[in-house]
């Protein structure tokens, strides 16, 4: 059975690095790792997406291990803006199902 | 802004109705997928569509259908409606299975 698990809520402060980490069993090999930012009454932004070992974009970093059975977003420097709720979704045997995280709410304070 | 379009942005209807959702993916993207968001469900993959054909099926109850027309929009259609169908409905759209989905923002459906 396809599942996928996250930390509830997490608090960081203003200009701290973010580590939020999604654990995904039974996932294909050629199945993707999407990470997602949604904000009240929006649809989920699409953030970073990968397949292995490291990813980077402007907004993020994406770290998949070896054994691809989990996967950590990494946001540099957070602000008051990324104050959302972050979503990990996984494809499931070869992109016959996609099964989103229960989603981590990110609190940053100042 | 995603460039994916979802109409209507609220609809408010009653137990038994029947209610279709449209989707306008963005330019070039082949693939549409549909999600359900409740709070006590969280987001659950519905059906995807992959250049008019149905390519993968997930949580969809029988009383709901999809489909994709020849110029790539898609339709939800909900039918003998229940109070707990009341949720957000969320479309996206991707080239394909594996690369990002983007999501619209959704059509809030409310059965009273």
């Known amino acids: 059975l396809a599942k996928t698990t996250q930390p509830i809520s997490m608090d960081s402060y203003e200009g701290q690095e973010v580590n939020i980490t999604c654990s995904h069993n039974n996932i294909a090999t050629n199945d993707y790792i999407t990470w997602y930012q949604q904000f009240p009454s929006q649809g989920p932004r699409f953030i970073i997406q990968g397949y292995k070992t490291k990813v980077t974009n402007e907004v993020a970093s994406l770290f998949i291990p070896a054994d691809r059975k989990s996967s950590t977003l990494s946001l540099p420097r957070v602000s008051l803006s990324d104050t959302a709720v972050y979503y990990c979704?996984?494809?499931?045997?070869?992109?016959?199902?996609?099964?989103f995280g229960p989603g981590t709410r990110l609190s940053v304070l100042p | 802004d995603s460039g994916v379009t979802q109409t209507p942005k609220h609809l408010i209807t009653a137990t038994g109705q029947r209610v279709t959702l449209r989707c306008s993916p963005r330019s070039g993207d082949l693939s549409v997928y549909w999600y359900q968001q409740s709070l006590d469900q969280g987001l659950q993959f519905l059906i995807q569509?992959?250049?008019?054909?149905?390519?993968a099926k997930g949580n969809i109850l029988e009383r709901f259908s999809a489909q994709q027309f020849p110029d790539l929009h898609s339709e939800l259609n909900l039918s003998s409606l229940e109070l707990g169908d009341s949720a957000l409905y969320f479309c996206?759209?991707?080239?394909?299975?594996?690369?990002?989905?983007?999501f619209g923002d959704g059509t809030r459906l409310s059965i009273l």
């Open positions: 979704l996984v494809g499931f045997n070869y992109g016959q199902n996609f099964v």
């Open positions: 569509y992959y250049n008019g054909e149905e390519r």
């Open positions: 996206a759209s991707s080239v394909d299975s594996y690369q990002p989905q983007h």
